[in-house]
Nanobody, 123 residues
């Protein structure tokens, strides 16, 4: 599946952004979906994903501040980010992996990636 992120930008400490991920085809229940980020000089890390039952799973560093959501009718996924901190500065990627039978809820073995969108939070 082809993915494209949008919505990145520059905000001040405490600000908000909403990232969008548009997909080239219908997600349905065939794909696991997630948001990742990579800061300069650091490894890519999983930020948010969905478990098999659809309940969101978040990295500890973003719990209570980030919300992942899905609009299957629009083939879109979102990441609402509030109370942004300078340490959230990174390139954010949406990702998908084909999974039938469905085994979602972790951040491993994602195969399809968007080009990324930059988020910069200044203090």
């Amino acid at each position: 599946v082809h993915l494209v992120e949008s919505g990145g930008g520059s905000v001040q400490d405490g600000g908000s952004l909403r990232l969008s991920c548009a997909a080239s085809e219908y997600f349905g229940n065939r794909y696991c979906l997630a948001w990742f980020r990579q800061a300069p000089g650091k490894e890519r890390e999983g930020v948010a994903t969905f478990a098999n039952n659809g309940i969101p799973v978040y990295a500890d560093s973003v719990k209570g501040r980030f919300t992942i959501s899905l609009d299957l009718a629009s083939n879109a996924m979102y990441l609402q980010m509030i109370i942004l901190k300078p340490e959230d500065t990174a390139t954010y990627y949406c990702a998908a992996k084909f999974s039938v039978p469905r085994r979602c809820g972790d951040f491993s073995r994602f195969t399809d990636w968007g080009p990324g969108t930059q988020v910069t939070v200044s203090s």
